[in-house]
């Protein structure tokens, strides 16, 4: 079935660091490469359905068949010159990394499209393989593509999975693993002959006048220098200046003789190879009609669409809060007796004592008011990530986000800033501008998170009711909309806009649903869980010790702005940490479960409103430090702060006339 | 030439042929990598309210483009 032609024998000057073998997984965006790596890797990589879900790489040693090698999942990217910076760090690993054996995982029912990467790719000369991959979905859509015609015409092996069910997953590793240790690479694709003279002759030209070497071919270079990409002409530029001015005497040449610029003439070319290609391996049958295939008509629809978004926002808003409280009230009883019980044999004034209630109300406080909803909200998320309906809000609401500044990629994070701000943030990578990169990690930090959920649940749905908390919400939404229509009229500058796949609905399997779900609920249980418990010791010791009074002191600025009893001080600290233990910390340091007998429903109301806006959490600012410049990092923190004070003293204000 | 017109101007479901990319690099760069070039066929499946985005359908894919970019691909019907 295979047959690789091996034509160019010279060695890769990027020598392997590591001695395990170097395995990258690389496609467009929404291939499968996180799918087909989670499936030798075990679930590492945070796998969803839209475009860009992996914006950064992942490594991981993985054993097959009894070795281990290093498996690499790329973000996706859609050529080897970049647009945005998720597809930057696929494109700088490629040109610069060691790779012993590349996978090019392709979307079958995409393969004309997908060609136009592989061919770039088989320009680093690079043992490499194709996975054709999705092959299920391409079936029903009619495409049936001939493996053994395709591997004939590129000279690499290729072959169909369906990664999601680990179909064909084992065979194509197994063929990898040869063709790295083979070191065979594919044929050199070659296109029209008049492009490709212009493209030798400047490949000719490197090779006697560049005296510094690359890692990547001549041929490459050239071609990607006639296509304007400014990565490589800046590598140029660093090492030899003087070249430049020749370069674009070849680029002006082809633009000449082909009568437009010259990045359009390689990029036809390259597309008219690919069709080319594609139209000798593929053939058409008639596609069976899905339910996939009418959903849109209505969850896109110009009216239908914006009513169920809505529908389905508020059901899932009031499954997770009724959920959430049909778990927590018994959970909540059981630990105040447990606590209870324990307590009634122990003298209540030892410092031992102390330290073990603050155990045991750390433990209790996450588990009985943080996971119950906590678990629903992240597995809703998960589903909604997974079944593909995100690029769909993202297309619904372009048109609203554009009245704020934005476009709707921006959407994208946002959502997933409900689960957590840190990948929203991260996930703000998807977007070309700088400008727009800020302003949605600015919506990212400010999306009431999964802790911050739990607040607004524990606190303000418990006592005030479900309809007060999902007003917090719209509220924030009001705020967040606002906000960045305000730093936008800031920051004027027209962006490029929207430009998105619409994935195709899959609906996902139960068990990568939970066990994304569960990876997520590991976050709060080995790093949020652990801090609540010593948090909790840390401040009934300071208790003990009548510490916390000055801290208090230190924080009684803000606590009489807002009205709120001193001794809410230090939990607004601790909420910086991590959002949930406001709250939490808030139960130790008015010493009752009961709130409400220490503090009045406009308090409750005005803490939670505070705790939502202000500053986002450290390990928010720490990837918002990476992502935005460190000016721009004091600027959202202390526009947070200054909001979050002015939205609770209003609130204090509004509820002074109700209560 | 005739029965030309902007990306955005096309009704729903026509299919339509693509004559020209205006625009500069950066705009032409990601038109071709999500499939769009000259001579292309493409069909116009919805387009949204409120100056929302395009869906088209490019060789099996759906691709959501903002009003803005729609601006800078002209085509014709077919």
């Known amino acids: 079935m295979i047959r690789s032609h091996s034509h160019d024998k010279h060695h890769h000057p990027r020598q392997p660091h590591s001695r395990h073998l170097q395995i990258v997984l690389i496609g467009q965006p929404n291939c499968g490469k996180s799918t087909l790596f989670n499936n030798v890797a075990g679930y590492r990589s945070v796998t969803a359905n839209f475009p860009g879900a992996s914006v950064t790489f992942t490594k991981s040693h993985v054993r097959i068949f009894n070795r281990v090698y290093n498996i690499i999942d790329l973000p996706g990217t859609y050529s080897l010159t970049s647009t945005d910076p998720a597809a930057r760090e696929a494109q700088r690993y490629l040109l610069t990394q060691p790779i012993d054996v590349i996978v090019n995982v392709i979307d079958t029912s995409l393969l004309s499209r997908s060609l136009e990467l592989t061919l770039q790719l088989m320009d680093l000369n690079i043992p490499m393989v194709l996975c054709l991959n999705m092959v299920d979905e391409a079936e029903r859509k009619g495409i049936e593509i001939n493996t053994e015609a395709l591997s004939n015409q590129l000279g690499i092996p290729v072959f169909k999975t369906v990664a999601s069910h680990g179909i064909g997953v084992k065979e194509l590793f197994r063929e990898t ?58 590598q140029i530029r660093k090492v030899q200046p003087e070249l430049i001015g020749e370069i674009k005497s070849f680029r ?36 069976k009609l899905h339910w996939k295939d009418r959903l849109d008509s209505v969850l896109m629809h110009n009216v239908w669409g914006y009513v169920f978004l809505l529908a389905i926002l508020f059901i899932f808003f009031v499954l997770v809060f009724k959920i959430g409280a049909y778990i927590e009230k018994p ?19 030892a410092l031992f004592t102390v330290i073990l209630k603050s155990i045991l109300d750390g433990i209790g406080g996450g588990i009985a008011i943080v996971l119950p909803y906590l678990f629903p909200f992240l597995f809703g998320l998960s589903f909604l990530e997974d079944i593909g309906y995100l690029p769909r809000v993202a297309f619904l609401m372009d048109g609203f986000m554009h009245r704020i500044g934005l476009h709707g ?6 959502v997933l800033g409900y689960g957590c701000n840190v ?69 004027p500058e027209s962006t490029p806009g929207m430009m998105m796949e619409i994935p195709v609905y899959h609906l996902p399997q139960l068990k990568v649903i939970l066990t994304k779900t569960w990876l997520r609920i590991k976050e709060f249980i080995i790093i949020a869980w652990p801090l609540l418990i010593i948090g909790s010791v840390v401040l009934s010791l300071s208790d003990y ?95 947070t702060f200054t909001l979050a004070l002015i939205l609770g003293l209003l609130t204090r204000l509004v509820a002074s006339l109700i209560w | 030439m005739e029965n030309q017109l902007r990306l955005d101007q096309v009704r729903e479901n026509q299919e339509v ?14 038109l071709n990598q999500i499939g769009i070039h000259p001579g292309d066929k493409i069909l116009v499946k919805r387009s949204a309210i409120m100056g929302g985005p395009i869906l088209v359908r490019v060789r099996g894919a759906d691709v959501a483009l903002g009003r803005g970019m729609t601006k800078k691909v002209i085509v014709q019907e077919i």
């Open chain 1, 423 to 491: 990948p929203a943030v991260m996930a703000t990578r998807i977007l070309e501008s700088p400008r727009d990169r800020f302003i949605a990690s600015l919506v990212s930090t400010m999306v009431p998170c999964a802790a911050r959920m739990t607040i607004i649940f524990g606190l303000v749905g418990y006592y005030l009711g479900g309809m007060v908390a999902f007003f917090i919400y719209l509220l924030n939404l009001v705020i967040v909309a606002l906000s960045a229509g305000f730093v936008s009229k800031l920051m």
């Open chain 1, 177 to 234: 693993i040869k063709i790295a240790y083979s070191k065979k690479v594919g044929r050199h694709i070659r296109g029209n002959r008049d492009v490709e003279l212009v493209i030798g002759r400047l490949s000719r030209f490197l090779k006697q006048s560049l005296h510094h070497p690359f890692a990547y071919s001549r041929h490459l270079l050239a071609t990607k220098l006639l296509e304007n990409d400014g990565f490589f002409e800046t």
């Open chain 1, 331 to 349: 959970l909540l009883s059981f630990f105040s007796t447990l606590s209870a019980a324990v307590m009634s044999r122990m003298n209540p004034a």
């Open chain 1, 545 to 639: 010790f009548h510490f916390t009074r000055l801290l208090n002191l230190m924080i009684s600025p803000v606590t009489w702005i807002l009205g709120l009893p001193v001794q809410v001080g230090t939990t607004l600290i601790f909420g910086i940490l991590r959002k949930e233990l406001s709250m939490l910390m808030l139960f130790q340091a008015l010493g009752t479960r009961n709130v409400l007998s220490v503090m009045s429903h406009g308090q409750i109301l005005v803490f939670t409103i505070f705790v939502v806006f202000y500053v986002p959490c450290v390990a928010t600012l720490g990837v918002l430090y990476k992502q935005v410049r460190g000016k721009d990092t004091w600027a959202i923190l202390l526009y």
């Open chain 1, 252 to 287: 002006k040449e082809l633009s000449r003789t082909h009568g437009r610029s010259s990045d359009e003439v390689i990029n036809t070319e390259r597309h008219a190879l690919s069709m080319s290609i594609f139209e000798k391996v593929a053939t058409f049958k008639k596609p």
């Open chain 2, 17 to 30: 042929k693509v004559i020209e990319i205006l625009g500069g690099w950066g705009i032409r760069q990601r």
């Open chain 1, 409 to 414: 990629t921006a959407v994208i994070p946002a």
